[in-house]
């Protein structure tokens, strides 16, 4: 059976999966949970054999931080999807109410989308988290990961499966693809009427894959080129503390800072400030021709220095006249995910909050809390950056639909 017609079944799958009562999507996610910390040797050791590998090919080290696991990161894991058994279902809830002057009443009620598709990289940590979200709200799934994590994936799948064939559910509700080749990938863009929703989570070229090719519905998680901007009036140790937690705490990631914008009034003392913090954790900084005045021997940026998601240690500089050139700066570079702004100034900030269009919009805090674990959501089923449907990062509610449930008592038109 190719991996078309399992996709098939999760399909079918889906029906069944979609009526169940939230009490039993509740029962499946806690065994869920209590199986992977009880299978910790299974998964680390599936996981080393993807280090192995992964040292192997050369992976950089900010995606083996991505690929690696641990004991904690596994209990993480674990206590995440307890996290969402915690969260009301979003399936039943009645939208809106009314009666129609034909005397018919209508109901617009939440339902589960029905099969939602991922398209990941090596995140083992996103099979886990997707896993829940998807079951809690009633979605079948199918899992398409990277070739770096596919041992760590199969063996997190496979403790899914268990717990469905141990509580007499269908196991198709959950699915993974095997074959990591680019040639499954491009099919699986394609299974129109089995797949519902697709979502890519990755980087940039991922994504732009995805939404060019995909025949199936596509909701884009767009890459992270992130953006501080230090406002004359900014508290300075502030500052540094937010500009050090946004680029290093996890410089992999798509919530991580990738350009620093500083108001000239302060950029000649505030930079070498930031240098001196940055230098304690090895970050390349590449600057503006007046960034490199000040700072000397770091590296000039370019162009597209500005339009990069570097997901790592290099951070791009650049100085501004103000707020509305910084604003100008992003609207241009940005991939309208996270941007912050540094300030005491509340005009500045509430204009900075109003003209920049991202996902998600910041005065006086890290973009590192663009996560769905941050914004109270239990995990995330990805991060939008588009406008229709979902925005930021998406939870339960982003993985609904809604339909119209109309009863009458022998109306006709």
Same mark, same amino acid.
């Given at each position: 059976?190719?991996?078309? #017609?399992?996709?098939?079944?999760?399909?079918?799958?889906?029906?069944?999966?979609?009526?169940?009562?939230?009490?039993?999507?509740?029962?499946?996610? =806690?065994?869920?949970?209590?199986?992977?910390?009880?299978?910790?040797?299974?998964?680390?050791?599936?996981?080393?054999?993807?280090?192995?590998?992964?040292?192997?090919?050369?992976?950089?080290?900010?995606?083996? #931080?991505? =690929?690696?696991?641990?004991?904690?990161?596994?209990?993480?894991?674990?206590?995440?999807?307890?996290?969402?058994?915690? =969260?009301?279902?979003?399936?039943?809830?009645?939208?809106?109410?009314? #009666?129609? !002057?034909?005397?018919?009443?209508?109901?617009?009620?939440?339902?589960?989308?029905?099969?939602?598709?991922?398209?990941?990289?090596?995140?083992?940590?996103?099979?886990?988290?997707?896993?829940?979200?998807?079951? !809690?709200?009633?979605?079948?799934?199918?899992?398409?990961?990277?070739?770096?994590?596919? *041992?760590?994936?199969?063996?997190?799948?496979?403790?899914?499966?268990?717990?469905?064939?141990?509580?007499?559910?269908?196991?198709?509700?959950?699915?993974?693809?095997?074959?990591?080749?680019?040639?499954?990938?491009?099919?699986?863009?394609?299974?129109? /009427?089995?797949?519902?929703?697709?979502?890519?989570?990755?980087?940039?070229?991922?994504?732009?894959?995805?939404?060019?090719?995909?025949?199936?519905?596509?909701?884009?998680?767009?890459?992270?080129?992130?953006?501080?901007?230090?406002?004359?009036?900014?508290?300075? #140790?502030?500052?540094?503390?937010?500009?050090?937690?946004?680029?290093?705490?996890?410089?992999?990631?798509?919530?991580?800072?990738? &350009?620093?914008?500083?108001?000239? *009034?302060?950029?000649?003392?505030?930079?070498?400030?930031?240098?001196?913090?940055?230098?304690?954790?090895?970050?390349?900084?590449?600057?503006?021709?007046? &960034?490199?005045?000040?700072?000397? /021997?770091?590296?000039?940026?370019?162009?597209?220095?500005?339009? &990069?998601?570097?997901?790592? =240690?290099?951070?791009?500089?650049?100085?501004?006249?103000?707020?509305?050139?910084?604003? !100008?700066?992003?609207?241009?570079?940005?991939?309208?995910?996270?941007?912050?702004?540094?300030?005491?100034?509340?005009?500045?900030?509430?204009?900075?909050?109003?003209?920049?269009?991202?996902?998600?919009?910041?005065?006086?805090?890290?973009?590192?809390?663009?996560?769905?674990?941050?914004?109270?959501?239990?995990?995330?089923?990805?991060?939008?950056?588009?406008?229709?449907?979902?925005? /930021?990062?998406?939870?339960?509610?982003?993985?609904?639909?809604?339909?119209?449930?109309?009863?009458?008592?022998?109306?006709?038109?």
């Amino acid at each position: 059976m190719n991996f078309t #017609d399992n996709c098939r079944l999760v399909k079918e799958a889906s029906y069944s999966l979609g009526i169940l009562t939230n009490e039993q999507r509740d029962e499946i996610l =806690l065994r869920f949970a209590d199986k992977l910390k009880a299978n910790v040797d299974y998964i680390l050791e599936n996981n080393n054999k993807d280090l192995e590998h992964a040292k192997e090919i050369g992976l950089k080290t900010s995606m083996m #931080d991505r =690929l690696a696991l641990s004991e904690e990161r596994i209990i993480s894991m674990a206590d995440a999807i307890v996290d969402v058994v915690k =969260l009301p279902s979003p399936v039943g809830i009645v939208l809106d109410e009314y #009666d129609a !002057k034909s005397g018919i009443h209508i109901k617009k009620v939440s339902v589960p989308i029905g099969v939602v598709g991922i398209i990941y990289e090596a995140r083992p940590n996103v099979t886990s988290d997707c896993i829940s979200l998807c079951i !809690k709200s009633g979605n079948a799934i199918v899992l398409k990961g990277g070739k770096e994590a596919i *041992n760590s994936n199969m063996a997190i799948v496979s403790l899914a499966k268990e717990v469905l064939r141990e509580l007499g559910h269908d196991e198709n509700y959950v699915y993974l693809i095997e074959d990591t080749t680019r040639e499954s990938t491009n099919a699986m863009m394609k299974l129109n /009427g089995i797949i519902d929703v697709l979502i890519p989570r990755g980087g940039k070229g991922l994504i732009d894959s995805v939404v060019k090719n995909a025949t199936v519905p596509v909701i884009e998680t767009g890459a992270g080129n992130c953006h501080v901007f230090v406002d004359e009036s900014a508290d300075f #140790d502030m500052a540094l503390n937010i500009i050090d937690n946004a680029k290093t705490s996890r410089p992999s990631v798509c919530n991580a800072a990738e &350009t620093l914008l500083v108001h000239r *009034n302060i950029y000649k003392e505030f930079l070498p400030l930031v240098k001196e913090r940055l230098d304690k954790k090895n970050v390349e900084l590449r600057g503006c021709e007046d &960034t490199c005045k000040v700072l000397t /021997g770091i590296t000039e940026a370019t162009e597209e220095d500005f339009f &990069t998601e570097y997901n790592d =240690l290099i951070l791009a500089v650049k100085v501004v006249e103000d707020v509305n050139e910084a604003v !100008k700066h992003i609207r241009k570079h940005s991939t309208n995910h996270s941007e912050a702004i540094i300030t005491k100034d509340t005009a500045n900030a509430e204009y900075f909050l109003n003209a920049i269009d991202s996902a998600a919009v910041y005065v006086n805090a890290s973009t590192r809390f663009t996560d769905g674990g941050e914004f109270m959501l239990g995990a995330e089923i990805g991060i939008s950056t588009q406008k229709l449907h979902a925005r /930021g990062p998406m939870g339960l509610r982003e993985l609904t639909s809604y339909k119209y449930v109309v009863t009458g008592n022998g109306e006709i038109r």
